[in-house]
């Protein structure tokens, strides 16, 4: 039997601010029907305007992954998709009564409890895969990316900042469900104290804190309760990758090598890989291999500050 696709069970929601806008919004994900994808709707704006998580609609890659529609836009979409991508779910709708994701503690894992709390449901249709039959790679200013055919979904990245608290970082991993929940998830967004002040004083960062961030000083990180792995910043950086990568709209069979990327030259790999239509073909997943992951390592605690649930 083939491996169908999934959507969430119930309707459910979070609260919390915006990392860069600081702006306080609600998010509710909902069901949502076979191959519609993941779909985001504005709820503050009229009329309704529906923008699809695909790479048509991706408007500025600055910062966060921003995605939009005439001039309706929403902004930091990354971690909540790349949850979509680490738990199965294949299509549901996101409503958002502001113009960015919330933050929530700075990592995937509040949104791998709120798809918890929502339950997966299955589908009737086959869950179909994006299968890379040729290497395409992308570089820009010294990052590359890289995709290249593989039996299954992997990332390897590299990072290298002139730093002493994060240097030189490489983290490899095939990406399941297990290893995305207990090994990426919880990995959080990280700045620098310098850049933040400057980011603040062009009107960005306003919402990050030590709540939703590790904030990196001269010598140390300032977060009191210090890193969640002690290579949490390679490990957030996979973490967007996965998310910007889910924008193809399918889980994709192939491996990743990333030296030095960021959302901009994720997104560039994304329309390279579409434009050359040699390099990949959709396959069907032929065995049901696709298990609802365990969840047991997301703490309640963990979200407990930065998560609102009714
Ligand atoms: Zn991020």
């Given at each position: 039997?083939?491996g169908?696709?999934h ?16 702006e306080?919004?609600a998010l ?17 704006i ?8 695909k ?6 890659t600055?910062?966060a992954?921003t995605?939009?529609s005439g001039?309706?836009t929403?902004?930091?979409?990354e ?5 979509f991508s680490?738990?199965?779910?294949d299509?549901a709708m996101?409503?958002i009564?502001g ?14 409890s709120?798809?918890?709390k929502?339950?997966l449901?299955s589908q ?7 299968e ?6 992308v ?10 055919p593989?039996?299954?979904f992997?990332?390897n990245?590299e990072i290298d900042?002139d730093?002493?608290?994060?240097s030189?970082?490489?983290?490899s ?8 929940t207990k ?7 990280f ?8 980011m603040?004083?062009n ?13 990196v ?6 977060n ?6 002690s290579?949490e ?9 996965i998310g910007?990568?889910?924008?193809l ?22 329309q390279?890989?579409l434009?050359?239509r ?5 396959v069907?997943?032929r ?10 390592t997301?703490r309640?605690?963990?979200i407990a ?6």
């Amino acid at each position: 039997m083939s491996g169908v696709q999934h959507t969430i069970k119930r309707p459910a929601r979070a609260v919390g601010i915006g990392l860069h806008s600081g702006e306080k919004v609600a998010l509710t994900i909902r069901p949502a029907p076979e191959d519609m994808g993941i779909v985001f709707v504005r709820t503050d704006i009229r009329p309704r305007t529906w923008i699809p998580a695909k790479p048509d609609f991706v408007v500025d890659t600055r910062f966060a992954t921003t995605i939009g529609s005439g001039k309706v836009t929403i902004s930091t979409i990354e971690h909540l998709m790349a949850a979509f991508s680490g738990a199965g779910i294949d299509n549901a709708m996101v409503e958002i009564d502001g113009p960015e994701v919330p933050v929530m503690d700075g990592s995937a894992g509040p949104f791998m409890s709120l798809i918890k709390k929502a339950g997966l449901k299955s589908q009737r249709r086959c869950r179909t895969f994006l299968e890379v039959l040729e290497r395409v790679s992308v570089s820009n200013q010294g990052s590359t990316l890289s995709i290249e055919p593989s039996s299954h979904f992997s990332i390897n990245f590299e990072i290298d900042f002139d730093h002493p608290v994060i240097s030189r970082q490489v983290f490899s991993q095939k990406v399941t469900p297990r290893t995305f929940t207990k090994r990426i998830a919880k990995a959080r967004t990280f700045g620098f104290l310098k850049e933040i002040e400057l980011m603040r004083k062009n009107g960005l960062a306003r919402g990050g804190s030590l709540e939703n961030a590790v904030v990196v000083g001269e010598t140390s990180v300032l977060n009191a309760e210090g890193l969640r792995f002690s290579d949490e910043f390679v490990r957030h950086k996979v973490l967007d990758l996965i998310g910007d990568i889910y924008l193809l709209g399918r889980p994709v069979k192939g491996r990743l090598n990333a030296y030095k990327s960021g959302h901009r030259l994720h997104h560039l790999l994304v329309q390279e890989l579409l434009k050359r239509r040699y390099a990949w073909r959709v396959v069907e997943e032929r065995e049901d291999k696709w298990k609802v992951p365990s969840w047991g390592t997301i703490r309640e605690k963990d979200i407990a500050a930065a998560v609102n649930l009714p």
